[in-house]
């Protein structure tokens, strides 16, 4: 056990300290580098190119070389990198997959330091490595929501424009400059690729593969059909927006008949840890067994493991797609 802790404590300082001298070696690089693009920036300022549309795209998944070349290899890295472009951030994979290593050799290490028990600096260590691609989870949940919600006031504004006797493409470039930054970023994107010769078709599916909503892809779906079959573009954007209105109605509706039975899966879900808990206060000897038994680490990890599959079952039930 000893030799283990040791082995995983050095293999921790020997991460750190190569990132920090990889770091230290880059900044000199990066110095070169920022003198030679000084240029292209200046081109880029000098004719207003947005940051999305850049000249020069940055393609590294690290800053670290080793790690680039190792993550270039792995084919989900590209759709990481979306996953994490989706949730509005400029990270690189590369960080998160070092953050996520770190966080969890160091739980491991500091768990079985002070509890003694493998398994239990094993679950430590599962669960602080997922800390980092958690907060990218729950940072692009919350950014897609915002922008379903407000999507169906940029609908309203497009039809509008496009009632006026305005271009489409000018309606979406009034949606870049008079709506929230968050729809007014995706729609400028799409706007300035169309403007610099990328065909409407491919902008508009590289604007529903940024934004992986429902809605979206009714969008530019009833947009390329009626491309090709014609018909009255306002009308049709009308409806879009009063359809996805009722929809937020309708889950409205279903979240509210549906309380009781998420609050029951929420206890439900908390309670053998909640009793857990509570009798460790109460009889710390009881409890120890489970700690002290060899078959005490067995009996926990299958209670944990099937504490989460109950609470998959449970999500799946008072949980409904509308």
Excluded: C
Aim: net charge positive; aromatic share 8%; glycine share 6%.
């Amino acid at each position: 056990m000893a030799l283990l802790v040791a082995a995983v404590t050095f293999l921790v300082a020997t991460i750190v300290l190569l990132a920090i001298w990889y770091s230290l070696q880059s900044d000199s690089r990066q110095k070169v580098i920022r003198r030679r693009m000084d240029a292209v920036r200046k081109v880029e300022g000098r004719y207003k190119i947005s940051e999305d549309l850049a000249l020069v795209r940055d393609e590294m998944y690290s800053s670290v070389p080793m790690l680039h070349r190792l993550l270039v290899r792995l084919s989900w890295t590209s759709r990481f990198r979306d996953f994490i472009a989706q949730a509005g951030m400029s990270t690189k994979p590369g960080k998160i997959v070092l953050w996520s290593g770190v966080l969890g050799m160091s739980a491991y290490v500091i768990a079985s330091r002070f509890f003694d028990m493998n398994l239990l600096g094993m679950l430590a260590g599962i669960g602080a490595a997922g800390i980092p691609t958690a907060i990218v989870v729950v940072k692009r949940r919350m950014r897609l929501r915002q922008f379903e919600e407000m999507f169906p006031e940029a609908l309203d504004l497009l039809g509008r424009a496009v009632r006026a006797g305005h271009a489409f493409t000018t309606g979406m470039e009034m949606i870049a400059k008079e709506s929230p930054e968050l729809l007014a970023r995706e729609f400028r994107k799409t706007f300035e690729e169309r403007n610099y010769g990328l065909p409407m078709h491919d902008a508009l599916i590289n604007l529903a593969e940024r934004i992986p909503l429902v809605d979206v892809r009714f969008f530019v779906t009833a947009l390329l059909i009626q491309k090709e079959t014609a018909g009255n573009l306002a009308e049709i954007l009308d409806s879009l927006a009063r359809l996805i209105r009722d929809r937020f109605r309708l889950r409205r509706e279903v979240r509210v008949k549906s309380a009781q039975g998420r609050l029951t899966a929420t206890i439900l879900m908390a309670l053998p840890t909640a009793m857990l808990m509570a009798l460790g206060v109460a009889n710390p000897q009881y409890v120890s067994v489970l700690f002290t038994d060899p078959l005490g680490p067995m009996f926990l990890g299958a209670a944990v493991a099937l504490q989460i599959l109950g609470a998959i079952v449970l999500w799946k039930i008072v949980h409904f797609e509308i």
